[in-house]
Each structure stands twice: as C-alpha cells, then as structure tokens.
C-alpha cells in the first residue's frame, strides 16, 4: 500500500488549502491508499538563512518533517497562491528539507526527502482562477529536487464557498479523480 503525505502550504488556521489537502487525503484513502495529514502550523520554522544553519544546524521541526517526508512515498501539496506564485511557508519548507544532514540517506543526501517520490498538486483560492497560476513554480520546485511531479492537478476557485460548515467540499468528484491517479501511480512505483 502507497503512503502518502498531504499538507497545505499555509498555516492559517482557516486556511482553504489545509481543508483542500484534508479532503484530498480522505479521497486518496477511498482510493486504497495510506494517508497522513500534516499541518505545517505544528512545525514553525525559522526563515532559512545559512548562518542560522551553520551555528545550530536543520532545525528540530525540519528534522521532523525530513522523517515524515522519508517514511511516505508520495507527496499531496495544496499550494496557496501568493501574488502568482507558491507561499513563502511553502518554499521556506522546501528549502530547509533540501538541505543535507550528512546522514548520507540516498544518493545525494539533500535531495533525499523528496528523491523518487510522485507528487499530486492542488490550489485554492477565493479568486477565480483556484491559485493555478503558482502551480507550475511548485512544480518546477520539486521537480528540480527529484519529484516526479503528475500531470493531473487540480485548482479549486472560490474557494470559500466550496466547502460546507463541517469543512467537508461540496463536491469531491475532482478532487477524488486527480487523487485517484496519484493513489495508482505511487503504488505502482511502491511495488
Ligand atoms: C501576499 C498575498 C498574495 C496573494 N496573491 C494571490 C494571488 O496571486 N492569486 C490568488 O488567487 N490569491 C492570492 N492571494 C489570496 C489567497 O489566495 C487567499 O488569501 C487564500 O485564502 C490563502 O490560502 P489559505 O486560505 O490556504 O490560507 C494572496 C494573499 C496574500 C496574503
């Protein structure tokens, strides 16, 4: 069975991407696979900035979240779309996980949270055009770090209105379309 991880790239508490990510890992349990939601609000990170990293080294919560990243096979971002392009938190997150431990885990040790994983993109917006437009940076992003990033992704626009009061969306057909092929394409590679 696959494992995937879903996270959202921001950490407001109401935020219309964790209540996407949530709702793509319900879909990716319907479709057979593992699922673990994690919300980046539960590990704060400061702003990369190599000083920082010469003096104390990868922070404990991006040792945390290096561990998650490793024991999963797949990963499922909703992405907010920040003036046309991925969330600071996002990027922030990504950088800190590329960076090597010298635990020489993987070939390159610095790409090997992420090395050989699929990944399935999603966005939310309010605005109309779901938060598309930051998706081919985030695709670019992890490509660049070894991610074999799907074709299919999905942008949820008006947001705010798409999910009822239990934060459950309205209408999950999407969403459990694009999740299914992730859900198929990680066990392929996981066998
Ligand atoms: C700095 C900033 C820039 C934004 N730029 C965009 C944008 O380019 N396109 C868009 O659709 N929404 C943009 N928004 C609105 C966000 O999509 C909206 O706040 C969204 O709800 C944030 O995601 P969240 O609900 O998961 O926290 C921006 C918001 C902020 C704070």
């Not at 494992?3 to 319900?26: H, P, Q, T, V, Y």
């Not at 900035?49 to 104390?56: M, N, P, Q, R, V």
């Not at 990963?75 to 996002?90: I, K, Q, W």
Request: aromatic share 6%.
């Amino acid at each position: 069975m696959s494992r995937i991880l879903a996270f959202a790239g921001s950490a407001r508490r109401d935020s219309l991407n964790k209540k996407l990510a949530r709702a793509a890992a319900e879909a990716a349990r319907k479709a057979g696979a593992e699922a673990t939601f994690i919300d980046l609000a539960d590990y704060p990170l400061p702003l990369y900035d190599g000083d920082l990293e010469a003096s104390e080294g990868m922070p404990a919560n991006a040792m945390r979240l290096r561990e998650l990243f490793l024991a999963h096979d797949a990963l499922l971002v909703a992405s907010p779309e920040n003036n046309a392009s991925v969330s600071s938190l996002l990027k922030n997150t990504l950088d800190w996980l590329s960076r090597d431990i010298g635990d020489g885990k993987g070939a390159n040790a610095g790409t090997a949270p992420y090395a050989g994983k699929t990944a399935l993109l999603l966005s939310a917006s309010p605005g109309g055009f779901g938060g598309v437009r930051g998706l081919p940076h985030l695709r670019q992003i992890l490509a660049t770090l070894g991610v074999t990033v799907l074709g299919a992704q999905f942008s949820l626009p008006r947001a705010h209105e798409a999910f009822d009061e239990h934060g459950a969306l309205k209408d999950a057909r999407a969403v459990e379309a694009a999740t299914r092929k992730l859900a198929e394409a990680s066990r392929k590679l996981a066998a």
